[in-house]
């Protein structure tokens, strides 16, 4: 009986955990009806210091207006991680560069970018991409990080982490007809 009170257990351990361990999957979309704007989405984490939040990258394309357009998600109350520096024409990421690194890649890609406020109490980093898209195709690589230094020292850095999916062919769909363009 004992057995199959562990059984049961492992069981009822293994359904709660299913849904957190499943594998990460690009999300497509229009977000807009009867506009050529497409976008793949991909859920991921932000953290500072030794706070998480949750994070979504995005890569958009619109194919009369080229070049792919790569975006982090997050909100805008980051553990006292100020974002308001970043905003708008003249922010800091006209600047400075985001850090774009893959886990098992040594060299990254630097990048400068814009921020504003979106719905929801959200903050948007965005970029155009340098083709760094490509590299993200590879088996070897698992694992895409955003890194931005804070706005002064004592806010440290915001990284946001994302689990690639094994499959990116949605991500290509939305992605091909804008690389390449600039």
Known sequence: MKRFYRWMAGCAGG???????????????????DNPLQVASL???????RSRFPARLE????VDSPPLRLSLHVSDQLGGWDVRPFEGPG??????????GMAGLR??????FAGWYEEGDRFVFAWPSQGEFFAWQSDTHKELLVTIDGASRKHGKLTARF??????????????????KK
């Open 59 to 62: 890569l958009a394309c619109r």
């Open 163 to 180: 689990a690639l999916p094994p499959s990116s062919q949605a991500a290509m769909a939305v992605a091909r007809p804008c690389m390449g």
């Open 91 to 100: 922010g800091l990421g006209e600047r400075r560069k985001l850090r774009l």
């Open 15 to 33: 359904l709660l955990l299913g849904p957190a361990l499943a594998a990460p999957q690009w999300t497509v979309s229009r977000p807009l009806p």
């Open 43 to 49: 859920d991921g984490e932000a953290m500072v210091g």
């Open 107 to 112: 060299r990254g890609a630097d990048s400068h």
